[in-house]
């Protein structure tokens, strides 16, 4: 049976379908008739690179926490990208992409009946954003930089003591894998993506992974890789320059704007 104690962290999942509508509904519906404490994240990929402090105080709690949304790999580096540390021991996680309603229900509520309810609303995100980006499993993860030298768009930075990490998540091309696609150790995830183990799905067979990993690797970079890795770099240096320099004379621009005003 599950610890009926402990919060619950339930991700509404707002900018995806690949939780099926009737199982969120249900679950959902039953936490809203309940007197379990929950909070409802309208999506857990954007409050995790947000570092929602409502994150933060829920894992902080001392009973642990119980997490209803996607994959568990998936869900527990997201976490991580918020600045938390998992506990195996205190956190579990529930997976509705995979689990019918009525199995999360049976956990969440230790086996008694749960409560028949209409789902509340769930207030949409305040900008447009779609949370579209990668998300890396340290377990796995070897820094071989291949993804930084890779991606044009600048999500990935370097960190102080030099590993990769998403520094700039809103700069990830919205539906682009390419990045876990070729990255050798098979330790970037995109949560919303339908693929799996990229999508944060348990890896079952590493001899097919890698061999699926050489293929992709083949197909975006030829032969010469390091070749390919440094050229993309360079042209991901100039996107960065130009749109550095477009910055700049946007707030030229509007300071001249506010002084012509004054």
Wanted: glycine share 6%.
């Amino acid at each position: 049976m599950g610890d009926t104690s402990q919060p619950i962290l339930f991700c509404n999942c707002s900018n995806s379908d690949i939780i099926p509508a009737r199982t969120k509904q249900r679950v959902l519906g039953a936490l809203s008739g309940s007197s379990l404490e929950h909070v409802v994240v309208p999506d857990l990929c954007r409050a995790a690179a947000r570092r929602s402090p409502a994150l933060t105080a829920l894992a902080q709690r001392a009973g642990g926490l119980t997490v209803v949304a996607c994959h568990p790999r998936a869900v527990r580096w997201l976490l991580h990208a918020a600045g938390l540390a998992w506990d195996s021991a205190r956190y579990r996680v529930l997976n509705m992409r995979t689990r019918s309603a009525d199995a999360i229900m049976a956990e969440l509520f230790g086996g008694r009946p749960a409560p028949v309810s209409d789902p509340p609303a769930v207030a949409p995100e305040d900008d447009d954003w779609v949370p579209w980006f990668p998300v890396i499993d340290y377990d796995r993860c070897r820094n071989c930089r291949q993804c930084f030298n890779f991606c044009l768009f600048g999500a990935f930075a370097l960190s102080s003591d030099g590993n990769v990490q998403v520094a700039e998540p809103w700069n990830c091309k919205n539906n682009c894998p390419a990045c876990a696609r070729i990255c050798p150790e098979a330790a970037i995830m995109f949560p919303k993506l339908d693929e799996e183990p990229i999508n944060g799905a348990e890896i079952t067979d590493e001899q097919l992974v890698r061999a699926n990993v050489k293929l992709n690797v083949q197909e975006l970079l030829g032969d010469d890789v390091y070749a390919a890795l440094g050229a993309r770099r360079r042209q991901a240096k100039m996107r960065l320059l130009k749109k550095r320099a477009i910055e700049r004379a946007e707030q030229e621009r509007e300071k001249c704007v506010g002084q012509g005003d004054a």
